[in-house]
T-cell receptor, first 115, second 114 residues
Framework: ETGVTQTPRHLVMGMTNKKSLKCEQH?????MYWYKQSAKKPLELMFV???????ENNSVPSRFSPECPNSSHLFLHLHTLQPEDSALYLC??????????????FGSGTRLTVV | DAKTTQPPSMDCAEGRAANLPCNHSTISGNEYVYWYRQIHSQGPQYIIHGLKNNETNEMASLIITEDRKSSTLILPHATLRDTAVYYC???????????????FGEGTQLTVNP
């Protein structure tokens, strides 16, 4: 257990479904992230939240909708996904301070399959 | 953030030292070198980071050349559980620089053989 917990670990959903991925950290970190990792590709940053404010959206399609209600929780709401959205979705947190960001902590990921 | 270049794959015998190189010739003065690893289908795990000086922790050592244009991650006694993709990432310090992003490249697939 890394201190960043993601649920569910595996998810199979149809293209017309709506589902949500959940991430929770109790490390006292003030920044949280969603990354996507497709098969045999590098990790792609999707969203960044600093102090609950979204500071980065890397041209992610609107069928992915993040939500950060507080500094400990991060959600990724999914709707009308495509099969090519099947991937490992990773959440991470870090403590962003003025001297640099040390030691991002990642969750174990949610393996998403869109059918 | 500066670009890094790593070999796509390396092999190492169990019990021997694994030396993973990384080139970052365009690194600037305020950029740190970070190393992470990702065991198959798990989240990346932080290993070590450094700015100029060599660093050592319980997992590994990081050797940064004097001109800071390259570095080497050393796993002193590799085990089968060290088989993973290793990422070398260069990133500036501070919130004002590109937010808090950590950009991953292709990394090096290290395979530790029995």
């Amino acid at each position: 257990e890394t201190g960043v917990t993601q649920t569910p670990r595996h998810l199979v959903m149809g293209m017309t479904n709506k589902k949500s991925l959940k991430c929770e950290q109790h490390l006292g970190h003030n920044a949280m992230y969603w990354y996507k990792q497709s098969a045999k590709k590098p990790l792609e940053l999707m969203f960044v939240y600093n102090f609950k404010e979204q500071t980065e959206n890397n041209s992610v399609p609107s069928r992915f909708s993040p939500e950060c209600p507080n500094s400990s929780h991060l959600f990724l709401h999914l709707h009308t996904l495509q099969p090519e959205d099947s991937a490992l979705y990773l959440c991470a947190s870090s403590q962003a301070d003025s001297t640099g960001v040390y030691g991002y902590t990642f969750g174990s990921g949610t393996r998403l399959t869109v059918v | 953030d500066a670009k890094t270049t790593q070999p796509p794959s390396m092999d190492c015998a169990e019990g021997r030292a694994a030396n993973l190189p990384c080139n970052h010739s365009t690194i600037s003065g305020n950029e740190y070198v970070y190393w992470y690893r990702q065991i198959h289908s798990q989240g990346p795990q932080y290993i070590i980071h450094g700015l100029k000086n060599n660093e050592t922790n319980e997992m590994a050592s990081l050797i940064i050349t004097e001109d800071r244009k390259s570095s080497t991650l050393i796993l002193p006694h590799a085990t089968l559980r060290d088989t993973a993709v290793y990422y070398c990432i260069v990133r500036a310090g501070g919130l004002k620089t590109s937010g808090s992003r950590l950009t991953f490249g292709e990394g090096t697939q290290l395979t530790v053989n029995p």
